[in-house]
């Protein structure tokens, strides 16, 4: 890091400049009896403070479903929405302007937890099912049945930059907005629905974010909106760039999920029927919440073959904020749940978890149907599996590790394997577009403007290499430029972890209209000077940042040197490019279809040392072997891996977010949030990617890498349960939710004790048996 990245935050803007703040809810649920502005509006330095009535156009903000005021009208919903807006020439003003706003409440009764809305049948939105085969027949006439219940706990996202947005007034309508947000087009339209003008008048840009990981999907909207609305009264530059505390507030996170599964199996632990039921915390507002639902019903299965299934899905309507995308988007919420059913079908069995696993993999060429009917093609489940049991030594760690708990009454260690198969594509099946424009200069320069979004995942660099290779140039002639709504229109967000595969289309696609149209004048060139033998268009290639006839190779020209020639020849060097990702539909109503162009593979090896006493723990080791198709950029894709998986781990052992009984965030800074540091990486990191498995299809043969590698840490959660199990000899099943927290760690050892002790003196003398691991 060299400093030198230009952020929201750090974009130069004349002394005009002034600070935006927002005034939000200090109630979960409460009717706004009256409100006073005057006092706020008096206090020097102050520009403006705005309420609902001075928003010109809709207030409005829902992304996909028009439930999400910009301003607070007559009612408050949650603690964190929006009031008021105040612009100040100091941070300071705004603070002081604030504190003399004063509103008078009427307090309503808030539903903060799912079984409260479950209760009152608080439902976000319509209750669908997935279903095959019979399920219900299939229960009843399996060996064996277990059911259960799983609580999977939200996730901030904590990017390091916060939300932030920067608006500039142009001339008339026109607005500027710089707005650290993955989907500028959506940002685009919200503003121009609040301000009531054309689209064609607010620009949005995005040079970088500074991380955002699904919470700047639609989240970000927000505070462009209030920016832009401060921006729009007072004519004058304005930024408002979140406080930590405040944006872990206002925000949502990932949500919440209380499933309920039944499954019925035979002796060897293969799966005959489950039923699963998923009820997620939505907040609010329906945000992004049906389709992250949806994504976690797809997900349920992870890479098991259930001959008889069916999942409902619920969202309920709580007053928090509205939760949103996070990294994985339900599906880490949805296969939490099955490799619980697989833990506990092993523990049950008194079999090893890997060798549950295995036996329900989908097939190769049988049993290799979803849920939903998408066929399982390209199936690397067995290749990875038999690899990285061999290369992480999985056999002889798991006998070491049995050696050592039998020896260590007060540290115990853990090992577990999980899979992860994760569908690539938008769910919503228009959204999988994207569009490019590639300008060529005069210098042979050239600039890519696409539609996606940079947010530390290495997108504008694998564009960069992916525009290079097709156009057989150096990558210092390319440089992509910011993300900018006036050169690339009606984009995606960037999101879903499809931003190379949908973007780098788009810009092959440009590339290669410009090639053709140079080609054809540079074969003219060619059969100037050559009239006996004429060049050929299609025989023109370019490679190693020249033009040749591939038939006559001494007729080659540098491609700086032929851009003028261009020009000269009345050469179009501006192209548009477009992509739309073929073969895939899907009907959310009937639950069926092929929602996803390819599935991403991958699997993880964790071993855990865990303190008896204290509930802490070590990930001692860490194996991955995951598939990325041929790698764009193995460094980047090795960063998103380790990345993901340390933010999965975050997930499922120390991120526990708490409301109090009013509906105040209580974690609401580091100091009371724990994310991964160093400390919580694990003493061996071994990440490979799967060698020799092109992706067909898809630009060059890659695969994207995003979001999968997250839910390979379910493999960390199960390592410690396993650890955890080992304090009673394996004995009993521990009762475990998500995250393992020192808390629900030593909670469950305690458990186990008591059930121990009381085992030992029903059945005195008797030695409790080890677990098999055959
Ligand atoms: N990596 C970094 N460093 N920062 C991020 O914010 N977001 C993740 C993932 N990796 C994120 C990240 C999420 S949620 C998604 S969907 C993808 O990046 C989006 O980028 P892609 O589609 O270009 O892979
Ligand atoms: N992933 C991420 N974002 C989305 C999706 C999805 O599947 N569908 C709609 N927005
Ligand atoms: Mo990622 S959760 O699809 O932004």
């Not at 904020?321 to 919420?333: E, V």
């Not at 090896?605 to 193995?634: A, F, K, M, Q, Y």
Request: net charge negative; charged share 25%.
């Amino acid at each position: 890091m060299t400093g030198e990245a230009v952020y929201v935050d750090d974009i130069l803007v004349n002394e005009q400049l002034l600070v935006g703040r927002v005034v939000y809810s200090p109630h979960a649920h409460a009717r706004i009896k009256s409100f006073d502005l005057t006092k706020a509006k008096q206090l020097p330095g102050v520009h403006a403070v705005l309420c609902h009535k001075d928003i010109p156009g809709h207030n409005q903000m829902g992304p996909v479903v028009k439930d999400e005021l910009c301003l607070a009208v007559d009612e408050v919903t949650f603690v964190g929405q929006a009031m008021f807006l105040i612009a100040a020439e100091h941070e300071d003003q705004c603070v002081e302007a604030e504190r003399l706003v004063s509103v008078e409440y009427e307090l309503r009764e808030a539903i903060l937890e799912i079984e409260t809305a479950i209760e009152k049948n608080n439902l976000l939105g319509p209750v669908r099912t997935i279903e095959r085969g019979n399920v219900e027949g299939a229960l009843r006439s399996a060996p064996h049945v277990i059911k259960g219940e799983l609580r999977t706990g939200a996730q901030e996202h904590w990017y390091l930059e916060s939300q932030v947005c920067l608006c500039i007034p142009g001339e008339g309508r026109e607005i500027n907005v710089f707005s650290s947000t993955q989907h500028p087009s959506e940002t685009q339209a919200l503003i121009a629905e609040l301000l009531g003008i054309g689209k064609h008048e607010v620009v949005v840009e995005v040079r970088r974010m500074g991380g955002a990981f699904g919470g700047k999907e639609t989240q970000a909207n927000h505070t462009a909106c209030w920016t832009a609305l401060l921006c729009w009264a007072t004519r004058r530059p304005v930024k408002i760039r979140l406080f930590r505390d405040d944006d872990m507030k206002i925000t949502g996170k990932r949500h919440r999920f209380l499933s309920q599964y039944e499954v019925g199996f035979d002796d060897e632990g293969v799966l005959s029927a489950a039923k699963f039921d998923l009820n997620s915390d939505g907040g609010a507002t329906v945000d992004l919440s049906m389709a992250i639902m949806e994504r976690a019903k797809l997900h349920v299965d992870n890479a098991y073959y259930v001959p008889n299934m069916s999942v409902t899905g619920r969202v309920w309507k709580t007053n928090l904020p509205s939760n949103t995308a996070f990294r994985g988007f339900g599906g880490p919420q949805g296969m939490a749940v099955i490799e619980t059913v697989i833990d506990r079908i092993a523990r049950y069995l008194k079999k090893d978890p890997a060798e549950i696993r295995f036996k329900n993999f989908y097939g190769l060429d049988t049993n290799d149907v979803t849920h939903y009917g998408e066929v399982v093609e390209n199936n690397r489940l067995f290749l990875i599996y038999h690899q990285l049991m061999q290369s992480s030594e999985y056999q002889k760690r798991r006998k070491a590790v049995n050696e050592f708990n039998a020896s260590y009454e007060f540290y115990k260690k853990g090992l577990a394997i999980t899979p992860v198969k994760f569908g690539i594509s938008f769910t919503t099946s228009f959204l999988n577009q994207a569009g490019a424009l590639v300008n060529v200069y005069k210098d042979g320069t050239i600039l890519v403007n696409h539609g996606g979004t940079e947010m530390g995942q290495g997108l504008h660099t694998k564009i960069q290499q992916v525009a290079a290779a097709v156009f057989g140039v150096s990558l210092e002639r390319v440089k992509v430029n910011a993300t900018n709504t006036s050169k690339v229109p009606n984009t995606s967000a960037t999101a879903a972890s499809a931003g190379t595969d949908l973007n780098g289309m788009a810009v092959k696609h440009a590339i290669d209209i410009l090639k053709s149209r140079i080609a054809e004048a540079i074969a003219q060139v060619f059969t100037e000077k050559h009239p006996a033998s004429p060049s050929l268009q299609d025989s023109v290639i370019f490679q190693d940042d020249y033009i040749i006839d591939e038939k006559h190779p001494e007729r080659k020209i540098a491609f700086a040197d032929a851009m003028p020639l261009m020009q000269l020849r009345q050469v179009s060097l501006s192209a548009t490019g477009f992509y739309r990702t073929p073969d895939i539909g899907w009907d959310k109503e009937k639950g069926h279809g092929r929602p996803f162009h390819y599935y991403a593979f991958g699997m993880a090896v964790t071993e855990v040392l865990l303190d008896v006493l204290t509930g802490h723990h070590t990930i001692l080791r860490t194996d991955i072997l995951h598939d990325v198709g041929d790698s764009l950029n193995p460094g980047i894709d090795i960063g998103q891996i380790e990345g993901g998986y340390i933010q999965g781990v975050g997930w499922c052992t120390t991120e526990e977010i708490k409301w109090d009984d009013k509906g105040n965030l209580m974690t609401h800074s580091p100091d009371t949030y724990k994310i991964p540091s160093v400390q919580d990486i694990p003493r061996d990191f071994r990440t490979a990617l799967l060698q020799g498995v092109p992706n067909p299809n898809t630009i060059r043969k890659s695969k994207a890498v995003a979001e999968p590698p997250l839910m390979l840490a379910l493999s960390a959660w199960l390592a410690i349960k396993d650890a955890v199990s080992a304090a009673a000899q394996h004995e009993f099943e521990p009762e475990f939710s998500l995250p393992a927290t020192n808390e629900v760690i030593l909670l469950s050892i305690e458990k186990l004790k008591q059930k121990t002790s009381e085992r030992v003196t029903e059945d005195v003398g008797a030695k409790p048996p080890l677990v098999s691991s055959k």
